[in-house]
């Protein structure tokens, strides 16, 4: 796959983007009130709107990229859920991780017909 840095570079700033905004949606909706509450909506928002733009700024066919997004979706969920919710992966969720990392990097970079 031609420019493989560049397009693995945008899928990490596209699911870091989306699964930072998820979790400040989060936040505001379990967590505060108020003008907090908007604010934090209004970033969330902002932050799932650049998931959005990057994902689609990779120049990969929709069909392959999404394999590898979500591949990389799945490690960037677990860590920010670690950094922010401090909550460790259990066994199961550390071997279907595995799994689907193997199948998103199938999806993408398989060549085969």
Do not use: C
């Not at 693995?8 to 989060?26: H, M, N, P, W, Y």
Request: proline residues 3%.
């Amino acid at each position: 796959m031609k420019n493989s840095g560049y397009i693995i570079l945008l899928l990490i700033v596209a699911t870091t983007l989306e699964v930072s905004g998820d979790a400040v949606i989060r936040l505001a909706i379990y967590k505060h009130s108020g003008l907090l509450r908007v604010g934090l909506f209004i970033v969330g928002t902002a932050l799932l709107l650049g998931y959005g733009t990057f994902l689609n700024l990779a120049p990969v066919e929709f069909s392959r990229v999404v394999g590898l997004y979500i591949a990389i979706l799945f490690v960037v969920w677990q860590s920010i859920n670690f950094i922010v919710f401090h909550t460790t992966p259990t066994l199961p969720i550390v071997v279907g991780g595995g799994l689907i990392v193997i199948g998103g990097a199938l999806v993408t970079f398989w060549q085969g017909s």
